[in-house]
């Protein structure tokens, strides 16, 4: 009895997945920090961010670590609004999110190239500029999908 019990979850738990993917296939996934650059400061975070963020994501990049990245900008509405989102694309939700010891390694080379130095405490010095110039707002994850045409 308790077999057919989890045998009928079971179905009904994949006949739902089923259904609510009728509309698409599943794509990558992005992750996005939300920043608001502090006034005045729009500027120095641009050079900033083409400084060192560029040239260690087009490594990572180089090295499989990540699909792509892009860096949006907009007005904000309001105070709490983000003005630069700064986006990561990764194949998975599973590579986006859970730690992995021999990636981690990977993107711990690149920074030590990239900053001349493996010493965490003097890349983080050289680093906390970017503190200056904005505020972290948030992170977000999507789902990059493909919609199906309808038959």
Known sequence: MNRIIFAAI???FLAGMALAQEHWTEGPVWACGDYRTKQ???DDYMKYLREHYVPTIEEAKK???VIDSKVFVQTPSEPSDWDVAICTLFSSYGTALDYSAERDAKFKSIQATHYKTA?????QEITEKRFEFRDFIGTSYSREVKLRPIP
Request: charged share 30%; no cysteine.
């Open 10 to 12: 079971l179905f009904s």
């Open 40 to 42: 005045g400061h729009f």
């Open 63 to 65: 090295q499989g670590l």
């Open 119 to 123: 010493d965490e405490e003097k890349q």
